[in-house]
């Protein structure tokens, strides 16, 4: 009877169990306006935005990182923060959440208890006034409490992105930002394509580039996989996040007996194609960086 129980129980609970090959995100909530220090860490813990949707339409999640940033060039752009934007950036672009955790740490040794009658506080002010393009609406949220003048977040993608910036370009009075003669601030980190650059150099838009952060293969993912696998025989769903994720996780995972049944999902179409090179079919590619779309 306890048997039926538990099997009908597990049945109407969940419809299945997808692997993440992310770290959990943790979003910091937001600051009130007289704070400046934004943590990065993990130690308020919010939902992150796959558990939560995933678990609205019955699944269960399991996260797994596969790469683990290390935050590089903090300093040098701390100091172009203090210097202000005046006469140097028309915008600042960002393509990923670690770029804009990088940024947070510079903000905070820039601009930690700087108030509105100290010295800083107008390269403050002008930093936030700029445009502040971001590839999707999750990078957008993590950069909520900067307050920024958040631009882009339903691109979802760096062509799609480039494709804004250049139509806002074209839109807005070169008076206003000076784009013909200033470059845009392009914090990025070590994996970045090509794509966004290329595009915005063809049509005449100036990139000044900075490395925030370098991207490292997680040294616990082995240990971490062969723990999962071992607590929860049946994954049904795998979902890859990035070209180097597929890198570092692939080896490994092909070595499994789940590999031969499981499903693959994709974030973004640069990852669905690069496991198209590797020789492995995605059965889901989500069009976007966003929970709503993979789900």
Avoid at 104 to 132: C, G, H, M, Q, R
Wanted: include cysteine; charged fraction near 25%.
């Amino acid at each position: 009877k306890f048997d039926s129980i538990f099997l009908l129980s597990h049945v109407f609970m969940t419809k299945g169990t997808v692997l993440l090959l992310k770290d959990k995100a943790s979003l910091e909530q937001d600051k009130t306006d007289q704070s400046t220090t934004y943590d990065i860490s993990d130690s308020k813990q919010i939902p992150d935005e796959y558990e939560t949707k995933l678990a609205s339409l019955s699944y269960t999640s399991i996260f797994l990182p596969v790469l683990s940033p290390v935050f590089v060039n903090i300093e040098e752009l701390s100091k172009i923060l203090k210097n202000g934007p005046e006469k140097k950036y028309w915008g600042i672009v960002v393509t990923s959440q670690k770029a804009v955790k990088g940024l947070k740490l510079a903000w905070n040794d820039a601009f930690n208890d700087v108030t509105e009658v100290d010295s800083l506080s107008k390269e403050k002010a002008s930093w936030k006034n700029l445009p502040f393009f971001v590839v999707g609406k999750a990078t957008s949220k993590v950069a909520d409490d900067l307050k920024f003048n958040t631009l882009g977040l339903n691109s979802g993608n760096a062509e799609s992105l480039a494709e804004y910036i250049i139509q806002f370009h074209s839109q807005h009075n070169t008076q206003n930002f000076h784009q013909n003669e200033l470059p845009l601030l392009f914090l990025t980190g070590d994996k970045r394509l090509d794509k966004l650059p290329t595009r915005l150099s063809q049509a005449g838009i100036k990139l000044e580039e900075l490395l925030v952060y370098e991207t490292k293969p997680d040294e616990n993912f082995s240990i971490e996989l062969e723990n999962i696998v071992k607590k929860d025989k049946q994954i049904d769903w795998i979902v890859f996040f990035s070209p180097s994720g597929v890198d570092v996780a692939l080896k490994n995972l092909m070595k499994l007996d789940l590999w031969k049944t499981v499903k693959i999902a994709s974030i973004g179409k640069t990852t669905g194609s690069y496991l198209e090179k590797c020789g492995i079919k995605a059965h889901v590619i989500s069009p976007k960086p966003e929970s709503e779309s993979l789900a």
